[in-house]
């Protein structure tokens, strides 16, 4: 079971064992045509040489991971934290099936001198046939949180893995959710959805990127539950968002208006101010960074303020399965945007989806996530603040996630 604790730590994670710092995969879906499936032994051909065969490694800058060095924001683009939020701890298997979709959008030249040493391209062979299916995408992904059916209480959205369906579990109010609503359809292809007031109007909207072209897209809330007319019709407002990963609303100016946090291909994390008003490609003002680093650290969340400040906080999670707070400080300012980080919990290296708002109305950031082994469905879990920058004891609220 993950664990929170109070105790303030400056301790930062370990660093993983060093990988070879060989091609990795590198995310433009528009780039060199398509390549056929490749066979068993030529992933483990092309593994050998990013990797020496280590499924599990992690480079030495946590910029490279797993046995086909993804990037982690290639892996959350083509699906792969269905399976895992990092990909070295999921199988085998899952590995070579993300990469796969890698394959045919990119060819073998995302892994470089690796891809043509292995015959990525030669024998065409599908490295798990019908008589060994994988499993099915499972689970509910991409969750993100905001009052969108106008109630004042807090909603979750997400999308089904298997059917690309988005779903919308209003709120209770007390932590847990109501009967599910289905409000869109194929978004199988569409990643990092987070959720905030950019328009202006005061209803949340929804941000999402597709995966295949990296463009970013607003979709307006109607400010109720209306079923398929919860959201309106999408306008874009950014172009070239394929290489970021992890993308979370945070106002970090205490403008009143949502900000954009996103972390790129580099490990570099960025705050695109909101604008306040949907203006397409300058909804979102020019982005600023405010940290470095950041290529070991996942499942990024805002709770909202979760010491009592009056400042929306951050967390996040690295490899080890450490929780790490990041304290807001109200400011937009460069590397200072967010003061020094704090530990608040361990053993969450089996936690993924993690979404944070203020789940009880209680005045006091929240957070949800799923405890599930990789590839399978899970228990969803309530973690209420306790107002010290911490979490209370946790609550069961769903299974199946």
């Not at 359809?185 to 990127?209: E, N, R």
């Amino acid at each position: 079971m993950p664990r929170t604790r109070r105790t303030p730590s400056r301790t930062a994670a370990k660093t993983a064992t060093a990988a070879l710092a060989l091609a990795g995969v590198t995310l433009s879906l528009a780039c060199g045509g398509t390549a056929s499936a490749a066979s068993l032994s030529t992933w483990e051909k092309v593994a050998h040489c990013e990797s020496t065969d280590d499924w599990t490694i992690i480079s030495s800058n946590h910029q490279y991971y797993g046995g086909l060095q993804f990037l982690l924001s290639t892996w959350d683009a083509f699906g792969g934290r269905q399976y895992a939020t990092y990909p070295n701890r999921a199988t085998k298997q899952q590995q070579i099936l993300i990469a796969e979709k890698v394959l045919r959008h990119q060819g073998p030249q995302a892994w470089g001198s690796c891809g043509r040493q292995a015959g990525l391209t030669d024998d065409g062979i599908d490295p798990y046939p019908t008589t060994n299916i994988p499993p099915a995408p499972v689970g509910i992904v991409q969750l993100t949180a905001a009052d969108f059916n106008g109630d004042g209480k807090a909603d979750l959205v997400g999308v089904e893995a298997a059917t690309g369906k988005l779903w919308l579990y209003p709120g209770n109010g007390n932590g847990t959710l109501g009967e599910r609503v289905l409000i869109g359809s194929g978004w199988g292809a569409m990643s990092g959805l987070t959720a905030a007031d950019y328009t202006g109007d005061g209803k949340p909207d929804l941000l999402a990127v597709d995966s295949t072209a990296g463009n970013l897209y607003v979709y307006p809330g109607a400010g109720t539950a209306a079923g398929m007319g919860t959201l309106g019709d999408r306008v874009q407002i950014g172009t070239g968002w394929g290489g970021m990963r992890d993308l979370t609303a945070m106002d970090v100016d205490k403008d009143g208006k949502p900000d954009l946090l996103t972390v790129d291909s580099a490990g570099a994390l960025w705050a695109y101010p909101g604008a306040g008003s949907l203006k397409g490609t300058n909804t979102l003002g020019d982005r600023v960074q405010i940290g470095s680093g950041w290529g070991g650290m996942a499942e990024l969340a805002s709770p909202g303020d979760l010491n009592g400040d009056g400042k929306a906080d951050l967390v996040a999670v690295d490899t080890a399965g450490g929780l790490w707070k990041y304290p807001g400080t109200g400011s937009l300012n460069g590397m200072n945007t967010l003061g020094d980080r704090n530990q608040i919990g361990t053993g969450w290296t089996t936690m993924r989806q993690l979404v944070g708002a203020d789940f009880n109305g209680d005045g006091k950031g929240d957070l949800d996530a799923v405890q599930a082994p990789a590839g399978s469905t899970g228990t969803f879990y309530f973690y209420p603040g306790n107002g010290g920058g911490g979490f209370a004891d946790r609550a069961a609220i769903g299974t199946g996630w």
